[in-house]
């Protein structure tokens, strides 16, 4: 088997490598193939939820410390996994009738994915 030192193969897995964050219509945050790869999200089991003071940002901290109050256990699945978010995404006025892709902010020391849904259009 051919080998280079110092390099590492590049096997491709999934489908996208730009790394997206996706609310579904059934109300789970998910992350795509290429977060997964690119920060080694597959390493975690948790997350935990935050808003931002402002209400219009959402953080997702990865963790593996079962110990912490308001833990989300990531469902996983080849390519991608997701978190059942529909009380969180109801609470804050999310919207989650279509499944949307957005972009977000990674923070690697906190481990922290950072993003600003869409809100709920209410209806007069």
């Given at each position: 088997m051919f080998q280079m030192?110092?390099?590492?193969?590049?096997?491709?897995r999934g489908r996208a490598s730009t790394p997206k964050v996706v609310i579904r219509r059934?109300?789970?945050?998910?992350?795509?193939?290429?977060?997964?790869?690119?920060?080694g999200l597959d390493s975690y089991e948790y997350v935990l939820l935050f808003i931002s003071d402002s209400k219009d940002r959402v953080a997702v901290k990865f963790t593996n410390n079962d110990k912490e109050s308001g833990l989300i256990k990531i469902q996983k699945r080849p390519g991608s996994?997701?978190?059942?978010?529909?009380?969180?995404?109801?609470?804050h006025g999310f919207d989650y009738d279509n499944t949307t892709n957005y972009d977000f902010l990674w923070l690697e020391k906190e481990k922290v994915a950072i993003f600003k849904p869409e809100r709920k259009q209410t209806k007069i």
């Open positions: 030192e110092g390099f590492t193969k590049y096997i491709r059934a109300g789970q945050i998910g992350f795509n193939s290429g977060a997964i790869q690119r920060y996994f997701a978190l059942s978010a529909i009380p969180f995404l109801q609470l």
